[in-house]
């Protein structure tokens, strides 16, 4: 299971403090820093993924950027269970 964007975040500015007091051996600054990297590259995902979600860039007739709404994939595609049932989510189904 993906751990919620926020855990992630707070184990990214943590690894970034101890990166940044300089006193730690060489192996583990580099433990840390891969860890890091792999931290930010994930955050960075689910951000895009956020965006991509709450809204969308579209050029009208004119050429012009105008900003269109659109639902979370999860609400507008069909998902399947791990028993192969299918199950198909709206507006009904988000808890808030």
Known sequence: ?????ETSLNELEKIVNQLENGDLP?????SLFEDGVKLSRACRERLIQAERR???LL???DGNLSLKEIEPESLRAERKTQTGKRIVFD???IPF
């Open 91 to 93: 507006e009904d189904d």
């Open 54 to 56: 709450i809204e969308v």
């Open 26 to 30: 060489l192996e583990k600054s580099l």
């Open 1 to 5: 299971m993906e751990k919620p964007f």
């Open 59 to 61: 050029k009208d007739s």
